[in-house]
T-cell receptor, first 113, second 113 residues
Framework: NAGVTQTPKFQVLKTGQSMTLQCAQD?????MSWYRQDPGMGLRLIHY???????DQGEVPNGYNVSRSTTEDFPLRLLSAAPSQTSVYFC????????????FGPGTRLLVL | AQTVTQSQPEMSVQEAETVTLSCTYD???????LFWYKQPPSRQMILVIR??????QNATENRFSVNFQKAAKSFSLKISDSQLGDAAMYFC??????????FGKGTSLLVTP
């Protein structure tokens, strides 16, 4: 099993550009989530999904969109990147929800100029 | 959102010694889950230990154990026989809904030979 994979590992964007951060898991997990990690801030929840076709907002959803068309994939879209979105992004999954052990991807480092 | 507080931004321990990392949380719920996650320099988030609030017995995983004080809303992590590989950022996290995991800001642990 590959576990949770994220692409790309690192990306530089210009302000106003759009991009999609990819996340996939091969463990048949129902719950998937996206976090951003900023220095001194811990991890903050952006969006989560409890199953295919079901998504909801977390603590810091503004500027981000998600969809969940399959159990395996949970992409995060930045429609118009801003310097405030410079961060490290983590995708995580678990069998049944946030109360379970989360399996994290390796992270995507995003720099918005 | 529930608040998770880690009051020690940095801690240091000598190899083979014991160190305790502090975590407090704020909640009005009686049933919830608490976690400690480790983030080494590789940035990969790894579960250290998980505690279910309805279980009075403190969770242990090899050299890692917790002191869970439900009334005081305290959840400290004790690392015994510290090793160089324990050097990392440690995050305390809370979940009660199955939908969201709330993280503290982290404690950076330095292990000295």
């Amino acid at each position: 099993n590959a576990g949770v994979t994220q692409t790309p590992k690192f990306q530089v964007l210009k302000t106003g550009q759009s991009m999609t951060l990819q996340c996939a898991q091969d463990m048949n997990h129902e719950y998937m989530s996206w976090y951003r990690q900023d220095p001194g801030m811990g991890l903050r929840l952006i969006h989560y999904s409890v199953g295919a076709g079901i998504t909801d907002q977390g603590e810091v959803p503004n500027g981000y969109n998600v969809s969940r068309s399959t159990t395996e994939d949970f992409p995060l879209r930045l429609l118009s990147a801003a310097p405030s979105q410079t961060s490290v992004y983590f995708c995580a999954s678990s069998y049944d929800g946030a109360q379970e052990t989360q399996y994290f991807g390796p992270g995507t480092r995003l720099l918005v100029l | 959102a529930q608040t998770v507080t880690q009051s020690q931004p940095e801690m240091s321990v000598q190899e083979a010694e014991t160190v305790t990392l502090s975590c407090t949380y704020d909640t009005s719920e009686s049933d919830y889950y608490l976690f400690w996650y480790k983030q080494p320099p590789s940035r990969q988030m790894i579960l250290v230990i998980r505690q279910e609030a309805y279980k009075q017995q403190n969770a242990t995983e090899n050299r890692f154990s917790v002191n869970f004080q439900k009334a005081a809303k305290s959840f400290s992590l004790k690392i015994s026989d510290s090793q160089l590989g324990d050097a990392a950022m440690y995050f305390c996290a809370y979940s009660n809904s199955g939908y969201a995991l709330n993280f503290g800001k982290g404690t950076s642990l330095l292990v000295t030979p």
